[in-house]
């Protein structure tokens, strides 16, 4: 039996918080219910207004300072400069369409490809990871002739009805593709002891054989390496490996979505599939990308995409648009000058040592695990059973958010943090999220 | 029979046109068949490296200024300083997620929703007019419960899987889903003589019963208001409004994608749809929203998104954030500040004045259309027959090229001009356009 969170039971705002708030807030909150489509949800029961961001700080209408534990879309930092003079240089010279010749496109698309093993030798371009993922899942199942998608039983891969229908975590509500199989994610803390990767290739298998017994054609395995919607569930570096030889065994290809453990967040590698050797047929990528900038990128293995692209024409407005590519190449060079893959893996290392005298001190904290600053933070009734408490999870984040610590929670039982703070993240900021976690496990446990 | 065009076919460059390239120019095509997917088509067989754009003007890399007949995403002109500068504020300041409360998107929302009907009430955002369509087909579908969506056939309504499979544009290698039904578009220009509001009408309830005897639930109508792929077809204001009252009597929704003909384009309204006095149940946006920053709209009547947001979730990471709307406000202040969509409206009147001349003179111009800056140029082998010239159009645009005035073909037989300049378009630039034009025909027919 496959578990269904709901979306909506988990860190938000409902109407039912608007009496606790002052009345900025509240004026706010109210024009919000009036103008905007009710799928618009807010952070926490007390919304925070945010209104300055600078590295990995962001400030609040009332001059307030939080530490930023949680977006990565400014992952090089909020409001760094090299992305705001490029976009605003390029914006000077022309911001158009990719029907006519430009230079940066072409300039990026080789720098980019330079990261990826040498078969990934395509680019495409879209504005957001959904885009990505919408397209990427077309050509798995124009290469292979199937429909079938396997992903994990808490994905999200994003927005648009084809990628909705593959991302179980938008809850039941929304329906899965009938097409869609689910496998259990590989969760290292409860299945400890077990040789993950041989399980989880096992559970790729028993999906693409009950497709084959369903009469559906697998045609690929969509995935972030990271699992982050999964619970933060990096595993050893290489554990993927076997479940990616089934993959292509059966014929599918294996789609690495890279929107949340790309561009060197894992300190391990630059790209989260390269921290398992593996060669993937398509990389996705979006959220970092330009650093807030709307663009994502498609990349993938020329004979992989010949299949969907002899056939089916493909252009995307705003996609690969000059602007667009200068933020992301900036973002490049920042990563590089800044050697922030070095810095995630350094501050990374540093931070989960910290969080595990948390793991030692209090019954409640069940597990601390990630790679670079990409950490998992689990909250459980108690380190014999490792149930989830969801409870205690959304009460820390809340104290977490009035000590001005910003973060939200992951995983199909929402009980793990997830600490996935701009990269521009430095060591003294350790001090300022572990003492405002371990205050405030000491307010709610003891 | 359904005619469709195989989009390869049209004002493109292929490897054939390669030869006959300076070396510049083929260097750059020859990285970007190396480096880019295959999907990617260039504009002409000689294709332009542009390099510098300011208001309704394109620059190459040598330098040579070109007229810009084509481009609306750049609506309110190439490089409007006011976008700049709004963008590179907002950047400095913050740019994040809708998860927070920010007042950029409410102002907005506020302003935006006072230009529709009063019905229309809120608003939701997203980066691309695909984006925006493929929501808004799934809110058709929760709302009426039903899956059948009728669009135009020559219609493209987006990218993703769920918009392509609504747009037959693009060609015979695109499935379209098995719930779209095409009816043929307004042709003015074709059914002369007829009263076009009530034959259209006649063609969507034909579509509605068809549905009904395969047993598919009709859900709505997706269209622009100018029929811009079916080679812009404008028709007089009014006309389309019994077939949206066939749309709503059959219990399906209206959409009107106003990518192409909203913010002012059309200079007789603000948006498409109010040239025919009809209230939409949902508006989808894009293109010249952000004039060239990514960013679209979903505007819908509040029962109508109800049966979507109820049910589903819906979250657009980059859709919204301050920097995005700050650039959307500043393309509505400069629509207003400059009057746009009165000089449209006027412009618009003399430029197809002018190109009426054209069609006295040459037997092969058969119609000039248009409404406000979106003008459709019709190019036939004779009149009397009335038949489409595809050959001429395409040879046209490349003469225009030649004389650097930049424009593109549409329609299914792609023989119609799509005269479409950024609004900043002047009386000065007619004579360049139709100097152009006028001398280009001479060339190629006389």
Same mark, same amino acid.
């Given at each position: 039996?496959?578990?269904?969170?709901?979306?909506?039971?988990?860190?938000?705002?409902?109407?039912?918080?608007?009496?606790?708030?002052?009345?900025?807030?509240?004026?706010?909150?109210?024009?919000?219910?009036?103008?905007?489509?009710?799928?618009?949800?807010?952070?926490?029961?007390?919304?925070?207004?945010?209104?300055?961001?600078?590295?990995?700080?962001?400030?609040?209408?009332? #001059?307030?300072?939080?530490?930023?534990?949680?977006?990565?879309?400014?992952?090089?930092?909020?409001?760094?400069?090299? *992305?705001?003079?490029?976009?605003?240089?390029?914006?000077?010279? =022309?911001?158009?369409?990719?029907?006519?010749?430009?230079?940066?496109?072409?300039?990026?698309?080789?720098?980019?490809?330079?990261?990826?093993?040498?078969?990934?030798?395509?680019?495409?371009?879209?504005?957001?990871?959904?885009?990505?993922?919408?397209?990427?899942?077309?050509?798995?199942?124009?290469?292979?002739?199937?429909?079938?998608?396997? *992903?994990?039983?808490?994905?999200?891969?994003?927005?648009?009805?084809?990628?909705?229908?593959?991302?179980?975590?938008?809850?039941?509500?929304?329906?899965?593709?009938?097409?869609?199989?689910?496998?259990?994610?590989?969760?290292?803390?409860?299945?400890?002891?077990?040789?993950? #990767?041989?399980?989880?290739?096992?559970?790729?298998?028993?999906?693409?054989?009950?497709?084959?017994?369903?009469?559906?054609?697998?045609? #690929?395995?969509?995935?972030?390496?990271?699992?982050?919607?999964?619970?933060?569930?990096?595993?050893?570096?290489?554990?993927?490996?076997?479940?990616?030889?089934?993959?292509?065994?059966?014929?599918?290809?294996?789609?690495?979505?890279?929107?949340?453990?790309?561009?060197?967040?894992?300190?391990?590698?630059?790209?989260?599939?390269?921290?398992?050797?593996?060669?993937?047929?398509?990389?996705?990528?979006?959220?970092?990308?330009?650093?807030?900038?709307?663009?994502?990128?498609?990349?993938?293995?020329?004979? @992989?995409?010949?299949?969907?692209?002899?056939?089916?024409?493909?252009?995307?407005?705003?996609?690969?648009?000059?602007?667009?590519?200068?933020?992301?190449?900036? @973002?490049?060079? *920042?990563?590089?000058?800044?050697?922030?893959?070095?810095?995630?893996?350094?501050?990374?290392?540093?931070?989960?040592?910290?969080?595990?005298?948390?793991?030692?001190?209090?019954?409640?904290?069940?597990?601390?695990?990630?790679?670079?600053?990409?950490?998992?933070?689990?909250?459980?009734?108690?380190?014999?059973?490792?149930?989830?408490?969801?409870?205690?999870?959304?009460? =820390?984040?809340?104290?977490?958010?009035?000590?001005?610590?910003?973060?939200?929670?992951?995983?199909?039982?929402?009980?793990?943090?997830?600490?996935?703070?701009?990269?521009?993240?430095?060591?003294?900021?350790?001090?300022?999220?572990?003492?405002?976690?371990?205050?405030?496990?000491?307010?709610?446990?003891?």
């Amino acid at each position: 039996m496959v578990v269904r969170s709901t979306i909506m039971d988990t860190n938000s705002f409902r109407a039912e918080h608007a009496q606790a708030l002052d009345s900025h807030t509240r004026s706010l909150t109210d024009k919000r219910a009036k103008l905007l489509g009710e799928s618009y949800r807010l952070f926490y029961r007390r919304p925070v207004h945010l209104v300055k961001g600078q590295g990995q700080y962001l400030w609040d209408a009332n #001059g307030d300072k939080y530490l930023d534990v949680y977006n990565n879309v400014a992952s090089i930092g909020h409001c760094h400069p090299a *992305v705001i003079e490029a976009v605003n240089h390029q914006m000077h010279q =022309l911001n158009t369409h990719t029907r006519y010749l430009h230079e940066r496109i072409l300039d990026y698309s080789e720098e980019i490809l330079r990261t990826m093993p040498s078969a990934v030798n395509k680019a495409m371009y879209m504005c957001t990871g959904s885009e990505a993922n919408d397209l990427a899942i077309r050509i798995a199942q124009a290469y292979s002739g199937g429909t079938g998608i396997i *992903v994990t039983q808490e994905a999200y891969h994003g927005t648009s009805q084809l990628t909705s229908g593959a991302s179980p975590a938008l809850g039941s509500g929304q329906p899965l593709a009938p097409t869609t199989r689910l496998v259990a994610p590989p969760d290292h803390y409860r299945l400890a002891g077990q040789d993950v #990767g041989l399980w989880f290739a096992q559970q790729i298998q028993a999906q693409i054989d009950d497709m084959k017994a369903n009469g559906i054609q697998f045609a #690929g395995f969509l995935a972030d390496s990271i699992f982050s919607s999964d619970g933060v569930l990096p595993g050893e570096a290489g554990f993927l490996r076997a479940a990616i030889d089934v993959v292509h065994k059966n014929g599918g290809i294996f789609i690495a979505d890279e929107v949340q453990p790309g561009f060197a967040r894992t300190g391990e590698a630059f790209w989260g599939f390269a921290r398992h050797g593996i060669v993937p047929d398509v990389v996705t990528t979006g959220k970092p990308m330009g650093n807030g900038i709307p663009i994502s990128g498609l990349f993938a293995q020329d004979h @992989v995409l010949a299949a969907f692209s002899d056939q089916i024409p493909y252009f995307n407005t705003f996609g690969g648009n000059p602007v667009a590519m200068a933020a992301a190449q900036a @973002v490049l060079n *920042v990563i590089r000058e800044e050697d922030l893959q070095r810095h995630s893996l350094d501050i990374g290392l540093q931070l989960k040592k910290e969080l595990q005298t948390l793991q030692e001190k209090y019954e409640c904290v069940g597990d601390v695990r990630g790679a670079g600053l990409f950490i998992g933070f689990e909250l459980v009734t108690d380190k014999e059973s490792k149930n989830p408490n969801k409870a205690l999870a959304l009460d =820390l984040i809340e104290r977490l958010r009035d000590k001005k610590v910003l973060t939200s929670v992951a995983g199909p039982h929402g009980n793990v943090l997830k600490l996935r703070p701009p990269l521009a993240f430095q060591a003294q900021d350790i001090d300022w999220l572990v003492g405002a976690l371990d205050e405030s496990l000491h307010e709610l446990t003891l």
